[in-house]
């Protein structure tokens, strides 16, 4: 802090003894000049700073304080750490087989087709005997960067799913809020706790694996070991399941871009094979864990500007909000929503415009609207609503 009013101050001397009101002053005051001098010109420091436009806002703050998804065709826009998406729906709190965890983040939106997914999941996994699910982050109702945490989950195409069953009690506001996950990997060994891990733990990533809309599961390269060392029979569907940094609590499922978003930008294809090679053994070596050399270089996030984003974003930012978070809430349990979203489209029509010009979205759609040539389920009100 002194070195910063230091520097201020300096730099408020140069000012003021160069200006014209800095010598009027010197004229009129002599041996107060310098003073009298530094302290306008600090004044005028401090109010050109907070000039609107002065400096350009974070693209986390903005996209933050969205509460609600912009009202448009649903669409994913850049890539998966650097981008946005319009037409977002709401997972709902409670499912059969689900509970929507942290909910005061208000990061359970995605593209239509993922939260589709998620509820997909949750059924199937519950046939296959896990209790149900407990659904960490999936994004902000318009993506872009978030306020804290991931870099990813810009696009409404990820989602995090925690590996502690879901109990057979509903959880309080207060334990959704403050409820640890269980920590499956030994933080020293970087292996499975075996005390922990059991097959239920295996079926469900394979049931996530199956959906050919999900190109990549991220889990801790603990957990990745121990499926590469457990899993008999089949194993192609290992070559989904990545080993990264982290998720030693939940399991991170990514889908691929979907149909409607031609500015999506896809991720390369994962490498042939199993991943129980080489690639996973560098992850037991000294190397990854290295201390981070700079750690305290700032996150992308906290550096991205609008500027940094594709220009769409700022679309998807500007464009109207639905009357509330209930009108977009999808609650599918598998029923086509197609077929009864028709009182819920004709409140909310006209449908707005989102944008104009070269790549801009579609304003002949929105997230109410079917779209069967594309096949994504689309909110409708809650039965008896």
């Known amino acids: 802090m002194i070195d910063t009013l230091r520097g201020l101050w300096y730099d408020a ?45 974070r693209a986390k703050d903005l996209f933050g304080a969205k509460k609600l998804p912009a009202l448009a065709a ?69 993506g872009g960067p978030m306020l804290t945490g991931h870099a990813s989950h810009q696009i409404g195409l990820d989602a995090d799913i925690w590996l502690t069953p879901m109990p057979d009690r509903k959880l309080s506001a207060e334990e959704r809020e403050n409820i640890s996950a269980t920590l499956m990997v030994d933080e020293k060994t970087h292996l499975v706790k075996d005390g922990l891990w059991t097959p239920m733990h295996t079926r469900l990533l394979k049931r996530a694996a199956s959906y050919p809309e999900v190109e990549r599961i991220l889990v801790n390269p603990g957990i990745k070991k121990k499926l590469c060392d457990t899993v008999k029979g089949d194993r192609s569907w290992l070559r989904k399941v990545r080993p990264f940094w982290g998720h030693d609590y939940h399991f991170h499922i990514r889908i691929g871009c979907q149909a409607g978003s031609p500015d999506c930008k896809a991720q390369e294809a994962t490498a042939p094979g199993d991943g129980c090679d080489q690639a996973l053994a560098w992850w037991f070596t000294e190397e990854p864990w290295r201390p981070n050399k700079n750690p305290d270089k700032p996150k992308a996030r906290d550096l991205m500007t609008m500027a940094n984003l594709p220009r769409q974003c700022q679309f998807v930012l500007d464009a109207p909000a639905p009357p509330s978070a209930e009108a977009v809430t999808y609650y599918g349990d598998g029923v086509p929503i197609a077929a009864t979203a028709p009182a819920l489209a004709a409140e909310l029509a006209p449908q707005p415009t989102v944008a104009a010009g070269a790549a801009a979205l579609p304003a002949s759609a929105n997230a109410f609207v079917a779209m069967p040539e594309i096949g994504i389920p689309l909110p409708r009100p809650r039965p008896g609503h």
């Open 13 to 57: 001397v140069q000012i003021a003894e160069g200006s014209s009101l800095g010598k009027t002053l010197a004229r009129a005051l002599p041996g107060k000049t310098l003073l009298l001098t530094a302290v306008l010109a600090i004044a005028g420091l401090a109010a050109l700073a907070t000039q609107p436009g002065s400096a350009e806002q």
């Open 74 to 142: 649903a669409q994913s826009i850049g890539f998966y750490s650097k981008g946005c998406f319009s037409g977002g729906v709401a997972l709902p709190m409670d499912g059969r087989h689900w509970e929507v965890m942290r909910p005061s983040r208000n990061r359970r939106w995605g593209h239509p087709a993922m939260i589709a997914l998620i509820e997909k999941l949750s059924r199937d996994a519950a046939a296959d005997g896990w209790p149900g699910l407990l659904i960490g982050d999936i994004s902000q109702p318009r």
